[in-house]
């Protein structure tokens, strides 16, 4: 009897084991080749095949507008999304207002425009796939019609 008690009261500290386990098992696997939720595509005349978390922050903050092997290079966003809450937290680092008033102040002072945006995965690959230099960012399930992905080191 006093072995049942004892079993009886460790069901309640294995359910919460197993919650754990459950719960941090699907974060740790990593969803692509940067370890992340999004791929980073780029037009395939791109003569890269990995880039810098800093080029890429400096590339969609504007400041970059050529890559190492002398492409132009043209940033794509995503609409609001998974895909673009992903990339704006990990690479750079800014909230999707904070980075449209960033984009606005730049086109006040007449420094740049704001990138051409694109409301899916879709439509994102299909323009990168079309524009000489364009690069941007898709879910890491999306399909590669097109474009090729670029390793963020």
Not at 90 to 114: C, D, P, Q
């Amino acid at each position: 009897m006093a072995k049942a008690m004892r079993q009886t009261r460790n069901i309640p500290l294995r359910i919460v084991q197993l919650l754990i386990v459950v719960t941090f098992a699907g974060r740790c696997a990593p969803a692509d080749i940067n370890g992340s939720e999004i791929k980073i595509v780029v037009n395939p005349s791109v003569r890269i095949s990995q880039i810098s978390r800093d080029e890429l922050e400096r590339i969609f903050l504007m400041t970059k507008t050529s890559l190492a092997g002398g492409d132009h290079v043209e940033p794509v966003l995503e609409k609001n999304g998974h895909a673009n809450e992903v990339f704006l937290r990990e690479y750079i680092g800014r909230t999707e207002a904070a980075l449209m008033t960033y984009y606005r102040s730049l086109v006040f002072t007449g420094k740049a425009s704001v990138p051409k945006s694109f409301s899916s995965d879709e439509a994102v690959i299909d323009y990168v796939a079309r524009t000489k230099g364009a690069i941007g960012y898709v879910s890491a399930n999306a399909g590669m019609g097109g474009v090729k992905a670029l390793k963020v080191q």
